[in-house]
């Protein structure tokens, strides 16, 4: 059904209420499955409401933690989530890290202990908000084949970075896997075969059959290139955040195991440099006005779709499964 | 001809001092050449030489610069390279970064007016050394297309990660185009065809015409999120190091522009973190150990092969093309 984000936001944070969750955490946390809606994100919206639900009550998520941040330099906080709702703890670490990148320049929270971060541009786009530049990287389950390997070794370990321009932000937000899993378990759902070079099954073989691919691993995105951004961020996260490595990962995808993924915010003040935020945006420009390849398909600045379906959704509504409203509906009532 | 890299190395110090290059910038400028020679990557080789000292002639070079350093922010240096060599301007940026690093957690330094800093890896692998995660990023002249686009407009910007493990370091060193623009230049050599996702020519057609290619763009690696990251580090660079952006961009492949592309340089502290350096061997050894797709070729982790083709180079020799040895003969003799 098509219904408004703003009775979406009210559903998700009285869902959240009713579950033990305080106010504010609720309403940081609904934002997040609600921004990723209109973004058209589904894997990242309501659909783990259900989920975040079963981990309050199996005290896996604490609904009032906040997070404990530790000053080990002046330019380093590392965080322990105390098993915190990830938008919660991600955003007080956001804050107080703010403070540090104007006095300091740079500076870096290392997070771990914490729930599911969800969609990153969110927190790229609240760096770029108040003029920082953010960098935010976090690991996962392992779902992705090392490049030249078969088995699942790897998180999808996704970027995301926020650039200030003096215009819209340039943010940019992506996997290290081909694919995102949610996008597998969707063609499995209808039935349609996936391309050949996604994903490979449980017995390491290429296949197009989405449930075959479900029990084995995606392929990193671009080849021995993109397997190298992934591993770099696995190794980063782990050696900073002191997280867990893919393979001995849990708590993102379940409602049984403790988050023990790890979570890093790099936040860049650009008034220390000698460039200036505002001359980017007139390159973009230029990058946009440039000849595409496709006459009827301008190129695109990442970020430009996101905001484009994030305005006609917040105009047209959200689009819902039933069966998921349905069950939000019912989670609602406590 | 095949000759000893001790050999290639005095020649190329000699000939960066016979044309007035200071003993220390010179020995520092002929390592970078000599080490991308070893690590089978001409292209950052000492095929840049003779360009070299024909910059340092025009006055676009300059021999004894070192570059000067502004801390702006307690953790981030701006750089002024002064027309200095690039790795000369780039090691006492690394050298000044680490103790930032060190007493804050994690540094930052914009470096702009530096020549062309030849392959990245090398500060990657420095940083390594000092037990600093070090991250490097730096622009070029446009040469890549964006997704969806058929205009260079973009550097190739490459990124590279070093990565301390307790054992050999992590090491990471990618350009954010699908292949290098030297690739298509040695196709172009020996005639043959490049595949067709690599390129498209001067009117923005696909082509398999290596001649053809050399005046159009090289596509982005990984498709868009390729063009994504390119496009991040067009910005990130641009933003703090106030450098020109890729279609403003000469004197890294010319002998007439003054260098005027910009490099990033971050320096993170692992000891600041909560994980532990020594802790990452044991993944990567897993990983090396997981199944691979072709029996006969084991999974690997960036910076193994570069250390094998290192290796090898050591105990046989480089490969040197006739006409580039006996042209920089030629050059050392002044």
Redesign the interface.
Do not use: C, N, Q
């Given at each position: 059904m098509l219904v408004s984000a703003g009775y979406l936001r009210e559903l998700a944070e009285k869902t959240l209420l009713v579950h033990g969750v305080g106010e504010a955490n609720a309403h940081l946390q609904a934002e997040l499955l609600i921004e990723a809606e209109l973004r058209e994100l589904p894997s990242h919206g309501l659909q783990r409401l259900p989920r975040l639900v079963a981990r309050l009550n199996a005290g896996l998520a604490d609904p009032r933690a906040t997070g404990v941040a530790r000053e080990?330099?002046?330019?380093?906080l590392?965080v322990d989530g105390e098993r915190g709702l990830g938008p919660v703890v991600m955003m007080h670490a956001l804050d107080r890290l703010a403070g540090l990148a104007s006095?300091?320049?740079?500076?870096?929270a290392?997070i771990?202990n914490a729930n599911h971060i969800g969609m990153l541009a969110y927190y790229a786009e609240a760096a770029a908000a108040q003029n920082l530049?953010g960098i935010v990287l976090t690991t996962s389950e392992a779902l992705v084949?090392?490049?030249?390997?078969?088995?699942a070794?790897l998180g999808t370990n996704p970027?995301a970075?926020g650039?200030p321009?003096g215009t819209d932000p340039?943010i940019?937000d992506?996997a290290t896997s081909r694919v995102s899993m949610g996008k597998i378990h969707h063609h499995a759902l209808t039935g349609t075969p996936i391309p050949e070079n996604w994903a490979?099954d449980g017995q390491?073989r290429r296949t197009t059959d989405p449930e075959a691919a479900k029990a084995g691993a995606i392929a990193p995105?671009?080849?021995?290139?993109?397997y190298?951004?992934g591993?770099?961020i696995?190794?980063?996260v782990?050696?900073?955040?002191?997280?867990a490595?893919a393979?001995e990962v849990g708590g993102t995808l379940d409602a049984t195991e403790v988050a023990n993924k790890g979570d890093i915010l790099?936040l860049?003040?650009?008034a220390?440099?000698?460039?200036?935020?505002a001359?980017?945006a007139p390159?973009l420009e230029?990058?946009r006005a440039?000849?595409?390849?496709?006459p009827a398909?301008?190129?695109?600045?990442?970020g430009d779709g996101m905001r484009t379906r994030r305005g006609r959704a917040l105009t047209r509504g959200v689009e819902v499964p039933d069966h998921l409203h349905e069950e939000i509906r019912a989670l609602a009532e406590g």
């Open positions: 080990t330099r002046p330019a380093v590392t006095s300091k320049g740079i500076a870096l290392a771990r530049i084949h090392p490049y030249g390997g078969t088995e070794m970027i970075i650039i321009t340039y940019l992506l490979v390491g995105f671009g080849e021995a290139k993109g190298g951004l591993l770099g696995e190794l980063l782990a050696a900073l955040a002191g997280s490595f393979p790099i860049i003040d650009p220390a440099g000698e460039g200036s935020a001359g980017l390159y230029r990058l440039s000849r595409p390849a496709d398909r301008p190129v695109a600045v990442p």
